[in-house]
C-alpha cells in the first residue's frame, strides 16, 4: 500500500481523537435547497480533498463530504472502502449561482483531479475513489458535457476523459468525522502530503474565484 493512501484504513488512523466502532452515517433526507441556491455533488478520490478545496470558492455556502453512485442505503465508510456498496467519495456543494455558476464549479473540478485514472486518484486505489459527476437536470448534463469537450479540446490531459456521467440517485451525507476533516486536521499526514498541495493549487490557479 503506499505511504499515504486512504484504502482501507483503521478507525484509528482518521483522526487524533478517531471515530467510534457505532459511528454511523446519517440517512438521506428530502433535499430542501435554501432560496436561489443551487446543488451539485461530484467525486474526485478522496472527499477530503474536494471539500477542503471547494470551501475556499465564493458562492460556495456549504459543502458536505458523503457517498453516492452506488446501491446500498446508508452506507457506512468501511462498507464504501471494502467495495461492497458501490458507492463513490463525493462532495455536495450547495452554491449561490449569482457569485459562481455550475460550469466554473466543473472547471475547477476538471482542474483540481485527474479525470483520466479509472478507480484511482494518487495512492487512493478502488472504485470508490472515482472520478464521477451525478447531475439533477437536463440542463446540469449539458453542462457537464459542454466543460468535458472543453476540456478535450484544450487537451488538458493527454489521455481520454473516464469521469462516470449519471443521474443523481441518492445522496448520503458521510459520518461527522469525514466533514470539514482538512479544516480540523491540518497536521494530519494525509492532509499535509495529498490535501494541501490541491488546495494550494486552486489558490493559484483560480484567484479571481476565492472567498474574500
Given at each position: 500500500?503506499?505511504?499515504?493512501?486512504?484504502?482501507?484504513?483503521?478507525?484509528?488512523?482518521?483522526?487524533?481523537?478517531?471515530?467510534?466502532?457505532?459511528?454511523?452515517?446519517?440517512?438521506?433526507?428530502?433535499?430542501?435547497?435554501?432560496?436561489?441556491?443551487?446543488?451539485?455533488?461530484?467525486?474526485?478520490?478522496?472527499?477530503?480533498?474536494?471539500e477542503?478545496?471547494?470551501?475556499?470558492?465564493?458562492g460556495?455556502?456549504?459543502?458536505?463530504?458523503?457517498?453516492?453512485?452506488?446501491?446500498?442505503?446508508?452506507?457506512?465508510?468501511?462498507?464504501?472502502?471494502?467495495?461492497?456498496?458501490?458507492?463513490?467519495?463525493?462532495?455536495?456543494?450547495?452554491?449561490d449561482?449569482?457569485?459562481?455558476?455550475?460550469?466554473?464549479?466543473?472547471?475547477?473540478?476538471?482542474?483540481?483531479?485527474?479525470?483520466?485514472?479509472?478507480?484511482?486518484?494518487?495512492?487512493?486505489?478502488?472504485?470508490?475513489?472515482?472520478?464521477?459527476?451525478y447531475?439533477?437536470?437536463?440542463?446540469?448534463?449539458?453542462?457537464i458535457?459542454?466543460?468535458?469537450?472543453?476540456?478535450?479540446?484544450?487537451?488538458?490531459?493527454?489521455?481520454?476523459?473516464?469521469?462516470?456521467?449519471?443521474?443523481?440517485?441518492?445522496?448520503?451525507?458521510?459520518?461527522?468525522?469525514?466533514?470539514?476533516?482538512?479544516?480540523?486536521?491540518?497536521?494530519?499526514?494525509?492532509?499535509?502530503?495529498?490535501?494541501?498541495?490541491?488546495?494550494?493549487?486552486?489558490?493559484?490557479?483560480?484567484?479571481?474565484?476565492?472567498?474574500?
Amino acid at each position: 500500500m503506499p505511504l499515504f493512501s486512504r484504502n482501507k484504513p483503521s478507525a484509528a488512523s482518521h483522526s487524533a481523537a478517531g471515530p467510534t466502532a457505532a459511528a454511523q452515517p446519517a440517512a438521506p433526507a428530502p433535499e430542501v435547497v435554501p432560496p436561489g441556491m443551487q446543488l451539485a455533488t461530484c467525486g474526485g478520490g478522496c472527499f477530503w480533498c474536494l471539500e477542503a478545496v471547494f470551501e475556499q470558492l465564493r458562492g460556495v455556502q456549504k459543502v458536505v463530504s458523503g457517498y453516492s453512485g452506488g446501491h446500498k442505503a446508508n452506507p457506512t465508510y468501511h462498507e464504501v472502502c471494502d467495495e461492497t456498496t458501490g458507492h463513490a467519495e463525493v462532495v455536495q456543494l450547495t452554491f449561490d449561482p449569482k457569485a459562481v455558476t455550475y460550469k466554473q464549479l466543473l472547471e475547477v473540478f476538471f482542474t483540481i483531479h485527474d479525470p483520466t485514472t479509472l478507480n484511482r486518484q494518487g495512492p487512493d486505489r478502488g472504485t470508490s475513489y472515482r472520478s464521477a459527476i451525478y447531475y439533477r437536470t437536463p440542463a446540469e448534463k449539458a453542462a457537464i458535457d459542454e466543460v468535458i469537450a472543453w476540456v478535450q479540446r484544450e487537451k488538458l490531459y493527454s489521455d481520454p476523459i473516464v469521469t462516470e456521467v449519471a443521474a443523481l440517485k441518492a445522496f448520503y451525507p458521510a459520518e461527522d468525522y469525514h466533514q470539514g476533516y482538512f479544516r480540523n486536521n491540518p497536521y494530519q499526514p494525509y492532509c499535509q502530503v495529498i490535501v494541501a498541495p490541491k488546495v494550494g493549487k486552486v489558490r493559484s490557479k483560480f484567484i479571481s474565484m476565492l472567498k474574500a
